[in-house]
């Protein structure tokens, strides 16, 4: 073979997708994150079932989601992280059940709840990346304000904060509790900030910048095709669009994107069966907390299997939410929309990928296009 051939091949290779979804990363203690993140999910909302609240229990998911943070961190900086995450949920469902009061949500007016959530999009994008957070990015605040705006009976404010702040400090006590055993108590040592240089200040706000495009761009496309497409929930787009926005490379961002696709295809089928099924509600949230462990234990290590969990538990915790309403629920509009909205999400996350790849390539003829600075945001 030629060195033309051979360097031809290499360049190939170097953007092939196909290996990432047959990989799998060794396993890092995610039984134990897993675990953390069942039990913090399952409690609430086994409580609110059972005082007959079930109408809070979208705030109590979203409240759950503090124990994603600081997987495997020592227990100070665990709480330090996971203390930021909460407070910034909080704040954020507090904007959310303002703005579905206030007719900003898809069903009344789908437009501001895209220009909200575009702004949401960027502007936690940011505080995440000072903060320090990982999961890096504003996905789950996407979600969540976007999710809650447009819950059509909206519960009491005091009691929706009330759910997700009781929430989110059981997520801080389970996060914790390791140090009930021996062998797992460290010094607790709450982390000193370091210094951020003038160019990751760059690099924050430039990042920031894409959320706000891709967001901004998924939403309204979705929103336009809508009518045409017949589907709804167009912020499952802006959610999509902002997964290939996370990591060190152009290859593996790109790859996020074709893999929240195909996840999401795998776990429409499992969402399909569990709904066949006809569980009830406890029974939904057993499942919800077991797919919760599910996608903890392989987030990191294969993204497809995590998004053939994260799918199911995504809209059965809509379904949970809905139930205590009279409306009729459309599965079959939920998985249908789902699928198209993700398609549509993740290929413009992809497209925002590819442009300063294309940038770098072309116009600045760097010689590592798709490197992206260590400096950028983490997977």
């Not at 290779?13 to 675990?35: K, L, Y």
């Not at 903060?131 to 979600?143: C, E």
């Not at 400090?169 to 996060?175: C, E």
């Not at 017949?230 to 996020?256: C, D, K, Q």
Request: net charge positive; glycine share 8%; proline share 5%.
């Amino acid at each position: 073979m030629d060195e033309a051939a051979q360097q031809k091949r290499t360049r190939l290779a170097d953007i092939n997708p196909i290996p990432s979804f047959f990989t799998m990363a060794p396993a890092d203690r995610d039984h134990e994150v897993g675990i953390r993140c069942g039990i913090t999910v399952l409690v609430p909302l086994l409580t609110l079932l059972l005082v007959d609240r079930i109408d809070l229990a979208i705030f109590a998911s979203f409240g759950a989601f503090t124990a994603i943070y600081g997987r495997n961190l020592k227990h100070g900086a665990r709480m330090q992280m996971q203390v930021r995450a909460g407070g910034l949920m909080l704040v954020v469902l507090l904007l959310a059940t303002l703005a579905g009061r206030n007719g900003m949500s898809e069903g009344e007016n789908p437009w501001a709840l895209v220009g909200l959530t575009t702004v949401v999009a960027g502007a936690c994008a940011v505080v995440t990346a000072y903060w320090g957070l990982r999961p890096a990015g504003s996905l789950f605040q996407i979600f969540a304000f976007a999710a809650v705006a447009s819950v059509p009976h909206q519960p009491p404010v005091g009691e929706a904060l009330l759910t997700a702040a009781g929430t989110i400090a059981f997520a801080l006590l389970v996060g914790i509790a390791g140090r009930l055993h021996p062998e797992h108590r460290h010094a607790f040592v709450w982390p000193r900030g370091e210094a951020i240089t003038v160019e990751r200040h760059r690099i924050i706000w430039s990042e920031g910048i894409w959320y706000v495009v891709a967001a901004g761009v998924s939403g309204s496309l979705a929103t336009l095709l809508g009518p045409v497409l017949g589907t709804e929930h167009v912020y499952w787009a802006m959610v999509a669009a902002v997964v290939p926005l996370v990591g060190h490379s152009t290859r593996y961002r790109v790859n996020r994107g074709l893999q929240r696709i195909v996840g999401t295809f795998l776990g429409l089928l499992v969402l399909a069966v569990i709904l066949w099924i006809h569980p009830p509600l406890w029974g939904i949230v057993l499942i919800i907390a077991l797919l919760q462990c599910t996608a903890e234990l392989y987030i990191a290590r294969q993204y497809v299997l995590a998004q053939t969990a994260v799918t199911p538990l995504a809209l059965l915790s809509t379904v949970l939410a809905m139930s205590a309403s009279t409306d009729v629920i459309d599965t079959e509009g939920l998985l249908y929309d789902r699928f198209v909205e993700t398609v549509i999400g993740a290929f413009v996350g992809m497209v925002c990928v590819l442009t300063p790849w294309a940038w770098r390539k072309w116009v600045l003829h760097s010689t590592s296009p798709s490197r992206i600075s260590p400096s950028a945001n983490p997977s």
